[in-house]
């Protein structure tokens, strides 16, 4: 099948013609698999037949190719057992398949010798990637033989086994080789050194696998999925050669280059300090299994991304395999929460864009459950994480419970998400790399603060690129527990700039030192600007590219005109431009930094209608992507279309700019209406970006619906700052620009951005927003939006503290709500007036109150409000002394919380509980009660609960007498607050000064009850400080000793004996009307008085210590009360 040095007939290549157009005419009679076999044959002919017109009129050359050897193996011996024409048919089906992967990627089939196929890429026709295409051939052909052999071990049953037993080795080497014709039939084909070793190569391949030389590595480097084997002897190498396997595409992946000019290769200059840093902070991550984080800082256009390349280079070539994460921010997606995160995993689980909304998901389920050991909540973890980043899992059966509870959700995705963290850096070092995070969204930037400060030691290493005014909305970032290495890249000096020139302007032989003086002295040190001054050096004639060698033409300089800044400099490459060329890059400019060939098909210059004869979209990406404006993604975020990347922000701004005025609103509603169609059923992910689309059309209240859409996605997932900003714009929107038909969007957003604002206390704000409302539904004579509006007032009034304000609105709420006849919104205004009333103190109306609001609920079947209702009940009836029936109420919302998924909430009742049963002396019911709560509180990453669950566990441990596991849970809790502290830390140190009393530790015991009392008092927290005092007193009575203050405390410094601290508690408890703690320090103090032998006034506290028990229906106390102490 090898090729001849003379022109087809005429004849020969029209009957070829005629013969495929015959074939493909017959394809549905025929079949798909028939068609391709007879087809396979003849479509090589016809390139061989172009080849060889193409090399009759060429001299022989040495040219630059990627050459590809495919051997079967398992083939012979299949043949000795079948028919000669199966044989002949089965492999005739095989070469199809591998043949057409060949040219579906460009490539020339140079000749099969028997098992064997060589093929060529880079000739007769050179492309920029043709080591990758290579590859990609490669990786196709291995993925049609699988397909093959399933598909023939059913029509071929009897030969099943042989038939599973084939398989390709393939080897790949990319280098020079002289093309041209040899032999005496005038062959053309490739022979040199490149074409032996690729043999040799595929010689050494793994059976089933693919091997490619370090010189095709050089050129696709960051796109596939490599493994380094040892160095390989093969013949004719006197040393050995370092060799590859290909296991795959890299997700989402653009090419890493070192080629910064005209495909040529640079090392990295003056960088060399910045890079050691980095590769040490590695190291020390992998030996003291520490999370480290990197933030490399610097301004557009100094190297970060080189930089980061250079370190992805070496740690590519390190002994130690790690999992590498990618992410990078876009400033379109600032305000979409949870975008980089989104970015991470999508890329990391190959989850397109153009994806359905339940295969989006499966995919997720489906590659969570793969990467983590805890396969029972594995399921839990995707839905929650999944709808974090917007993937909506409002059906499933573990939120659907909660979807009101937008911070529950939030809070139990980061720790789910931290700990598949966890678990994958536990089984190789995870090492993820964040570009251009100045633009991230404010979620995951707290979602990687949360993970690095939860799992310091991890080995896990973040690195971070990004502008300096990162640090102006985050100063705070990277403090805490996390080992920090902030690195500051400065331009380049002089020298090194000069160094750079000399590199990228290799191929001069001599360059004018008036050139290297004009380049120098533009460029301010910064990489970016050099490379981009030589390309308008190029492309303005002064620099002369040859095959080997380049020359400066210094007369053309002084005829250039060379622009003073950088934006200048892009605006004279976008000018040098073809018209249509530049029209598609400002077209993509408009859509993002990031784009899709898909929408920018779709996008039209209204002035020019000549779409006809326009070049192809993607033919004018082609020119884009030669010049290195863009880059394209080997794996696009959707099937449908290719994904590229203007080269940087910068680019893309300039190229944005240059947009015509009066073009941008067409092109924005066209880009607009792209990411629509684009998103399709997932099309409210794309919200905010859709919105800002119509936004910059001037489209102002299509933007507001959008908006609206915006807001509602960011608020689902706690993130308040990207909801409010949404929700603010569109309010904005339809007060200028909408009418009458627009209120009930209005009242729509008015309640979701005063919920929103509570969030963030910003309570006045609230307030103002809740009023406007009300204004607004009035005008409307909407009265049940009337009742909502009011509704939300009083609970900013209550979370201001003005429970009078707040219980007025209530009721007026109320009536509204009688008044438009609405049930919900009549219920709900009665609960509110019963949490006022509980918060006033007047605990009988809150139980009426919640009482009728339960039965409203109850008869419209809402589980979530009837539980709040009982909540409510709950508490009131325990502030009366009435704990059986507070208990039934805890206990019946539990269980609906429960059944509901509310574990946040069903925590806090069994803590609730918990203190009930302390209330009654039943310590060991109480214990148990925490310790549930604890259990959850860690299950779901609730750090909050977690310590004022061990707090209250440890009291409970302290009662029971189990001073050793007491001490350790309140010491954990004390080191879990750290120095940002708790509310419940005045507690914890007071229950830890018991313990320690027990333990007889006393000395210890004073500083910890010391430091309750500081807290309690700072605080002003009666109850504490009067717990304070009483443990003071138990050290007093313990030590027969006083307790000494000195002045840098809160009180005078003074001493204290076991009666004046046991007086200040009972004080500080009759002040605060806290029976059931006076009565516990009325205990103690008796028993120091029935240690001093004063029996009578001893004997009168214990009485009366037992009778407020008895009262308060704390039977186990009363039980302990019993006998008098000895």
């Not at 902030?486 to 160094?499: F, H, I, K, V, Y």
Request: some cysteine; glycine content about 6%.
């Amino acid at each position: 099948m090898n090729l001849r040095n003379n022109p087809a007939e005429p004849n020969e290549r029209e009957n070829l013609e005629r013969a495929i157009a015959a074939v493909e005419a017959r394809r549905f009679e025929l079949g798909d698999e028939a068609a391709e076999v007879a087809l396979a044959s003849m479509r090589e002919k016809l390139a061989k037949l172009d080849a060889r017109e193409r090399a009759s009129h060429k001299p022989q050359q040495r040219k630059l190719v990627t050459v590809l050897f495919a051997d079967v193996s398992g083939f012979t011996a299949m043949a000795e057992t079948m028919d000669h024409e199966v044989v002949t048919e089965v492999i005739n089906s095989l070469w199809s398949r591998v043949d057409k992967a060949v040219l579906d990627h460009g490539g020339f089939i140079d000749k099969h010798i028997g098992d064997a196929i060589m093929a060529l890429f880079g000739t007769p026709t050179a492309h920029e990637d043709d080591p990758e295409r290579a590859i990609r051939a490669a990786l196709q052909i291995q993925s049609e033989i699988r397909a093959w052999k399933r598909e023939r071990s059913e029509t071929l049953a009897d030969y099943r086994n042989q038939i599973q037993n084939i398989q390709l080795r393939i080897g790949i080497n990319t280098g020079p080789a002289l093309l041209g014709t040899v032999g005496t039939m005038g062959e053309y084909t490739a022979i040199g050194d490149t074409v032996n070793l690729a043999s040799r190569l595929e010689h050494a391949a793994p059976v089933g696998g693919i091997l490619i030389s370090h010189d095709t590595h050089q050129h696709v480097r960051g796109l596939f999925n490599i493994t380094a084997l040892e160095p390989l002897t093969v013949k004719g190498k006197s040393e050995p050669i370092q060799v590859f396997t290909v296991n795959g595409v890299k997700p989402r992946s653009f090419r890493d280059t070192t080629r910064g000019v005209e495909g040529i290769e640079t090392r990295t200059i003056g960088r060399e300090q910045e890079l050691a840093q980095m590769k040490a902070a590695f190291k020390e991550t992998l030996e003291k299994r520490q999370t480290h984080l990197i933030n490399l800082v610097a301004e557009a256009g100094i190297g970060k991304s080189r930089v980061l390349f250079e370190f992805g280079r070496w740690l590519d070539a390190q002994e130690q395999p790690v999992t590498l994460f990618k992410g990078r921010a876009a400033q379109e997606t600032f305000q979409i929460p949870y975008s980089l995160l989104r970015g991470i995993l999508a890329s990391a689980f190959e989850i397109e864009e153009s994806d359905r909304a339940a295969v989006a998901r499966q995919k997720l389920e489906s590659d969570i459950l793969k990467n983590t050991s805890d396969r029972d909540n594995a399921i839990l973890y995707a839905h929650f994480i999944g709808h974090l980043i917007g993937l909506d899992f409002s059906a499933s059966p573990h939120l659907k419970g909660i979807l009101g509870d937008a911070r529950q959700i939030r809070d139990r995705a980061f720790y789910y998400a931290a700990q598949l963290l966890t678990e994958l850096s536990q089984r190789q070092p995870v090492v993820i790399f964040l570009e251009d995070i100045h633009w991230a969204d404010s979620g995951s930037l707290d979602f990687l603060d949360y993970a690095m400060n939860t799992k310091p030691d991890l080995p896990l290493l973040i690195i971070g690129l990004m502008r300096s005014t990162f640090f102006e909305n985050r100063p705070n970032w990277g403090t805490g527990t996390v080992h920090n290495l902030t690195l500051n890249l400065l331009p380049l000096s002089d020298a090194e700039t000069r160094e750079l020139i000399r590199e990228i302007l290799q191929k001069v032989p001599k360059i004018p030192e008036a050139l290297t003086d004009l380049i120098l002295q533009k460029a301010e040190g910064s990489p970016f600007y050099v490379e981009e001054l030589i390309k308008v050096l190029i492309e303005g004639g002064v620099i002369i590219r040859g095959a080997e060698q380049w020359s400066v033409e210094m007369k053309r300089l002084s005829d250039l005109k060379v622009p003073a800044t950088l934006t200048g400099l892009l605006q004279a490459r976008l000018d040098g431009l073809k018209a249509d060329v530049r029209e598609t890059l400002q077209q993509a400019s408009v859509v993002g930094r990031i784009f899709w060939t898909d929408i920018l098909e779709h996008m039209r210059n209204p002035e020019f209608q000549s779409a006809e004869t326009a070049i192809p979209v993607m033919d004018r990406l082609g020119v884009l992507r030669a010049k290195e404006l863009v880059f394209r993604y080997e794996e696009s975020a959707s099937k449908q279309a290719m994904e590229f990347i203007f080269k940087n922000q910068i680019l893309h701004d300039v190229t944005y700019e240059s947009v015509l005025l009066r073009l941008r609103p067409v092109y924005h509603i066209q880009a607009a209406e792209g990411l629509v169609g684009v998103g399709g059923e997932r099309v409210n992910e794309y919200a905010g970006r859709v919105g800002e689309h119509y936004e910059r059309a001037g489209e102002f209240l299509k933007a507001a619906e959008w908006y609206a859409r915006a807001g509602k996605q960011a608020q689902s997932r706690y993130a308040s700052d990207s909801a409010i900003a949404y929700y603010r714009k569109a309010l904005d929107f339809l007060d200028q620009h909408g009418s009458a038909e627009h209120i009930h969007l209005k009242l729509d957003i008015f309640p979701r951005l005063g919920e929103v604002l509570n969030w963030q206390a910003r309570y006045t704000d609230a307030a103002d927003v809740f009023n406007n409302m009300f204004e607004t539904a009035q005008a409307a004579d909407d009265l049940a939006a009337q009742s909502r509006a009011l509704q939300g007032l009083a609970t900013s009034l209550s979370y201001q503290g003005d429970n009078q304000a707040s219980l007025q609105s209530a009721i007026r709420a109320e009536a509204l709500a009688r008044d438009a006849d609405s049930k919900l919104e009549f219920a709900r205004a009665l609960w509110m007036q019963g949490s006022a009333r509980y918060r006033l103190g007047e605990s009988q109306a809150a139980m009426s109150l919640a009482e009728q609001a339960l039965a409203v609920f109850t008869e419209l079947n809402n589980q979530n409000e009837m539980a709040r209702c009982m909540n409510l009940l709950g508490a009131a009836y325990y502030v009366s002394g009435r704990f059986d029936e507070a208990e039934e109420y805890w206990e019946n919302a539990l269980e609906i919380f429960q059944e509901l998924g509310n574990r946040q909430q069903g925590m806090d009742l069994l803590s609730n509980l918990g203190v009930i049963a302390d209330a009654r002396g039943d310590y060991e019911t109480a214990f148990q009660r925490y310790d549930s709560a604890l259990s959850i509180a860690r299950e779901v990453g609730y750090r909050d609960g977690e310590i004022v669950f061990l707090t209250n566990r440890g009291g409970e441990q302290a009662a029971l007498g189990n001073y050793e596991a007491a001490e350790a849970d309140l010491r954990r809790a004390i080191q879990m607050a750290g120095i940002t502290g708790s509310w419940c830390m005045p507690l914890t140190f007071n229950y830890r000064a018991e313990a320690l009393i027990g333990l007889g530790r006393y000395e210890e015991a004073f500083y910890s009850a010391r430091q309750a009392l500081v807290l309690a008092e700072e605080e002003k927290t009666p109850e504490y400080a009067g717990m304070a005092w009483r443990t003071l007193g138990m050290i007093c009575d313990r030590t027969n000793d006083v307790v000494r203050f000195s002045d840098w405390e809160t009180r005078k410094p003074g001493k204290y004996d076991a009666e004046t601290c046991f007086g200040r508690s009972v004080k500080v408890f009759v002040e605060a009307e806290i029976d059931m703690e006076r009565a516990r320090t009325l205990r103690e103090w008796a028993r120091h008085e029935f240690k001093r032998n004063h029996r009578e006034r001893a004997e009168k506290m214990w009485r009366e210590a037992r009778d407020i028990f008895a009262s308060l229906g704390a039977q186990m106390e009363v039980g302990r009360m019993k006998e008098l102490p000895a």
